[in-house]
């Protein structure tokens, strides 16, 4: 059973490498049209917002967790009577994790799903 791993994905260094390499992309034309006026402010500020929210996040209660909600393991349908359901898959990685990881999980990997297969510094270097 998986225990906090989910943590220790966003506090690898290799995610301030990312904001490193942002502060240096400010005339891209992509970072332009995608942080506009103050969002590449806040963007910038981000990597110490991160240190203190997965401190934070060590402290608040642990519940079962998918531990890989990424876009990719969810699927959803509608049963005969038309109620929604909502189907995962790829449970390898259940596991004890803080409340709401799952969420942090499924909202970056529907940022960045499609650079799963590169290594994090190829995906870094194709950002911008």
Known sequence: M???VSIDRWTNPVMYDYFNLLATKRE???V???LPGESYVRALQFGDDLS???AAIREVPRTVAHGDCDVRN???SYDPTGRFELMAIDLASVGIEP???DIG???GSSLTWVMKKRTPY???DSLF
């Open 2 to 4: 998986n225990h906090g």
């Open 74 to 76: 969810l699927f959803t």
């Open 52 to 54: 203190r929210l997965t």
């Open 105 to 107: 999980t499924l909202l």
């Open 32 to 34: 332009r049209r995608a």
């Open 122 to 124: 190829a995906c870094r």
């Open 99 to 101: 409340i709401g990881s």
């Open 28 to 30: 891209s034309d992509y």
